[in-house]
Each structure stands twice: as C-alpha cells, then as structure tokens.
T-cell receptor, first 115, second 111 residues
C-alpha cells in the first residue's frame, strides 16, 4: 500500500508570495492533518480535515488555510508569506477521526524556504 | 489537552534495551498514549499506542502505570538505526487527531 505523498518536496518562495502544498493520503484514509515543524517551535498542529470538512484547527493566523477534496486529497495554502513561515510542512492521514484510536501516518514533508 | 514531559536526551548502547519515560499526569480517562519517532528531516513514524494495558508489537513495548500518569517505551534491542527523536503524545476526545508533540527525547544509540 502506498504511503502518504506530499508535493512538492522542496519549495523556495519570496516574502509576500503565496504557496499551495499538496497531500495525497493513504488509500482508504479519510482524515488528513497538517503540521508545521520548525527548530524553534517544534511540531505544531495546523488543521485536520475529514470528509471534506475541517474538524480541528490549531492556533495559526488566517493566512494558513486548507481544503480537502472528495477523493480525500488535501491542499494547504499560505498567503502573504513571511520569513517565519520557513518550515517543514507535514501531512498525516488516518482512517478515522474523533473518538477512535486510529494512528496517523505521516508523509515525508514539504520543505518551504521563504527568502 | 493533556501535556507530556520527556527527558530531552538519552543514550543507549547498541544491542541493549532502551527505556524512554514519559509523564502525562493530567491524562483523562478516554485519552490514549501514543509514541512516534522522527529520524532527522523525515516525517514522524508511528510506533505504538495504548489506553490502559501494556502493549507490544514488532517494534516496541509500551508500559503504562496503573494510575496512567506515566508510561515507558521499551525498544528491546536498540540498533544504530533507532537513533531518533521519540515523541510521547496523549490524545483523545473530540480533538482526537489534534496531536501535541512536545519536545520529545533524542535517543542516541551508540556502538
């Protein structure tokens, strides 16, 4: 079974631009979560989507948004990029969501550098 | 949300058991304990999880104290490839997929 895939793997953008990252979950998984990882803040939860609906949201500004498609693929968008948005963005998928014990499987991440 | 406390780093000799502790004193009755690890610049990898009872799989064993306020991840025969940051996470309830990773423990397996 193929794992979680993320595209692109590496990205360089300049301040003020916007960026869209893509995540394809494991086949059959309906929940997709996004995380930001930086050396200073560690791994921080961004948001979770299940069946095209946002179920949970972390403490990030409105410049960070996401969506999920009917095939469970998900995208996250960051508008008006800032230097501090440079990070590894990780996507994780799981079969179910709230109230279950399903584990999350992580993708390799997208390394975003903002200059 | 329940938070976890882990030592920042630990050393272990190759071939010996690695015992990684985690404190989660504010855990609720319906919250699970999960362990993940992350090898440099890769996505976190699921290891094991449990609710009350001790659990074992092909990778590791999880020992949860009776009061559930702490747990220990055991890698029975550590190898150099087990060098990674290990995260103990508590999750449950409506925000089940809202992980709080904390700082983790950097395990250094030495030859």
């Amino acid at each position: 079974k193929a794992g979680v895939t993320q595209t692109p793997r590496y990205l360089i953008k300049t301040r003020g631009q916007q960026v869209t990252l893509s995540c394809s979950p494991i086949s059959g998984h309906r929940s997709v979560s996004w995380y930001q990882q930086t050396p200073g803040q560690g791994l921080q939860f961004l948001f979770e989507y299940f069946s095209e609906t946002q179920r949970n949201k972390g403490n990030f500004p409105g410049r960070f948004s996401g969506r999920q498609f009917s095939n469970s693929r998900s995208e996250m968008n960051v508008s008006t990029l800032e230097l501090g948005d440079s990070a590894l963005y990780l996507c994780a998928s799981s079969f179910g969501t709230s109230g279950t014990s399903y584990e999350q499987y992580f993708g390799p991440g997208t390394r975003l550098t903002v200059t | 949300d329940a938070k976890t406390t882990q030592p920042p780093s630990m050393d272990c000799a190759e071939g010996r058991a690695a015992n990684l502790p985690c404190n989660h004193s504010t855990i609720s009755g319906n919250e699970y304990v999960y362990w993940y690890r992350q090898i440099h610049s890769q996505g976190p990898q699921y290891i094991i999880h449990g609710l009350k009872n001790n659990e074992t799989n092909e990778m590791a064993s999880l020992i949860i104290t009776e009061d559930r306020k702490s747990s220990t991840l055991i890698l029975p025969h550590a190898t150099l490839r087990d060098t990674a940051v290990y995260y103990c996470i508590v999750r449950g309830g409506y925000n089940f997929n809202k992980f709080y990773f904390g700082s983790g423990t950097k395990l250094n397996v030495k030859p």
